[in-house]
């Protein structure tokens, strides 16, 4: 399983909703995406302005056929003040 991460810290507070709420539309409509595994968004609990959105993909082919889902989430982050870091990672014990 490969394991793709975007840390987004919102640089213009106020506007973590509307951050919130476009995450969330785009991960409804990749949601059955071939190869998806699901998706979670996550807020810091020591932060409530960053986030990490995380998806999970079956195999490496999976996630190449998914590039349409990163290009959207960084099309739609472009529209507010963030800072965003994208990282994939594969897992390699779970319990």
């Known amino acids: 399983m490969l394991v793709v991460m975007y840390r987004i810290s919102c640089l213009n507070g106020g506007r973590h909703t509307e951050i919130v709420d476009t995450l969330k539309q785009l991960q409804l409509s ?3 995406s071939p190869g998806s595994l699901g998706q979670r968004l996550l807020r810091d ?4 302005e960053s986030m ?5 993909w ?4 999976s996630l190449s056929k998914a ?3 990163h290009a959207a989430i960084d099309k ?5 003040k963030v800072r ?3 990282n994939a990672f594969e897992l390699i014990h779970e319990q």
């Open 30 to 32: 990749f949601k059955h």
């Open 45 to 48: 609990l020591q932060d409530s």
């Open 52 to 56: 990490i959105v995380v998806s999970c």
């Open 58 to 61: 079956r195999d490496r082919e």
């Open 67 to 69: 590039r349409e889902l």
């Open 76 to 80: 739609a982050l472009s529209g507010f």
């Open 84 to 86: 965003a870091a994208k």
